[in-house]
């Protein structure tokens, strides 16, 4: 699960006037990675609020721009934690083409209580589990 990777294509709608994937939208694509990774190991977020009472929120992104996606490509987004603190999570995220790293970001997210929106600890059982991820 280290190198979790998730499928995406482009879609006419993800691409601007020049035909190429508007920025914004590489946002997007780390999104829909870092949810399929947790529901990898189990943990959907809307049982995460339901359950235990907790949201997560992007605190923070630095992204690098490399390379142009076009509509209709298949792409992989990759989502790997790099660091784990008792309320927030750090993922380095890649968009590829084959190869070619098109987009490079570094995402803090932080866990909140759904309720007060103050930040509020990774419950235990999933922050067992990505501490097991960071050792391999």
Request: hydrophobic share 45%; net charge positive; proline share 3%.
């Amino acid at each position: 699960m280290k190198n979790f990777n998730w499928p995406v294509r482009v879609y006419y709608e993800d691409t601007d006037a020049g035909g190429v994937v508007f920025y914004a939208n590489y946002l997007k694509f780390f999104e829909r990675a870092r949810t399929e990774i947790l529901r990898a190991m189990g943990f959907e977020q809307d049982k995460l609020i339901a359950t235990e009472g907790i949201i997560f929120v992007v605190r923070s992104v630095q992204v690098d721009y490399l390379s142009p996606a076009r509509f209709n490509e298949l792409l992989q987004v990759s989502a790997e934690v790099s660091e784990a603190k008792k309320a927030s999570l750090t993922f380095k995220q890649l968009v590829t083409r084959g190869d070619n790293v098109l987009c490079k970001g570094v995402i803090r997210i932080a866990c909140l209580d759904a309720q007060t929106m103050r930040p509020k600890a990774i419950p235990e059982t999933l922050f067992r589990t990505i501490l097991e991820l960071l050792k391999k």
